[in-house]
């Protein structure tokens, strides 16, 4: 597609859900980040994939974060038992370059999570 | 580390310039400068590689001090559409390539 897609847009979770937040990145695009952030910060880095290969993770808040990118193409963050902390935009960004960043990322719009 | 932007805030009249800074504690192998408007997900504006490098982009501008560790941002003759916020983004050139998006510059340019 022309741009990134993320689904869904709003999502609002009660304490306890799980949640499944899906990524379409640029086709063509090696790298794909997911960012959190929250009202008034800037992103904060949750993870990395290189094609299919998830090669940093270290940004994941705990073990209820999970995500996947098996074809190397669409990515799907998980985030188990929802916490009131977990509120905030999860943004994801796809690249062309594949190691250094010698190009800039796409943002996709985010998904606004909600946890009541 | 997170990278520390100067000003947290800045109001221009439209036609005044600005400039943002960006400081890292890091040495850098590149540094990306990002627009957010309220509501919407931030959009490239341009990324510097080597030290020293300036680039522009039509009436914004940037720069890399790379021994400083430093970027600056610099907006020519304001425009309403530059109204946002400003994040820069670091890499390190380590092992791995993602960016640490600085503390975030609110720009509000009013007619």
């Known amino acids: 597609g022309a741009g990134v897609s993320q689904s869904p847009r709003y999502k609002v979770a009660k304490r306890g859900q799980d949640v499944a937040l899906r990524c379409d990145p640029i086709s063509g695009h090696v790298s794909l980040f997911w960012y959190q952030q929250a009202l008034g910060q800037g992103p904060e880095f949750l993870t990395y994939f290189q094609n299919e290969a998830q090669l940093d993770k270290s940004g994941l808040p705990s073990d209820r974060f999970f995500a996947e990118r098996p074809e190397g193409s669409v990515s799907t963050l998980k985030i188990q038992r929802t916490q009131q902390e977990d509120s905030a935009v999860y943004l994801c960004?796809?690249?062309?370059?594949?190691?250094?960043?010698?190009?800039?990322?796409?943002f996709g719009s985010g998904t606004r999570l909600t946890v009541v | 580390q997170q990278p520390v932007q100067s000003p947290q805030a800045v109001i221009l009249r439209e036609g005044e310039d600005a400039v943002i800074n960006c400081s890292s504690s890091?040495?850098?192998?590149?540094v990306h400068w990002y627009r957010q408007k309220h509501g919407e997900a931030p959009v490239f504006l341009m990324i510097?590689?080597?030290?020293?490098e300036q680039k522009g982009h039509e009436k914004i501008s940037a720069s890399f001090n790379e021994k400083k560790q430093q970027s600056s941002l610099y907006l020519t003759a304001s425009q309403l559409s530059y109204s946002g916020t400003y994040f820069c983004g670091t890499e390190d050139g380590g092992a791995t390539n993602k960016l640490i998006f600085g503390t975030g510059t609110l720009l509000a340019v009013q007619p």
């Open positions: 960004a796809s690249s062309y370059s594949g190691g250094l960043m010698n190009y800039g990322y796409t």
């Open positions: 890091k040495a850098l192998y590149s």
């Open positions: 510097l590689l080597k030290g020293g």
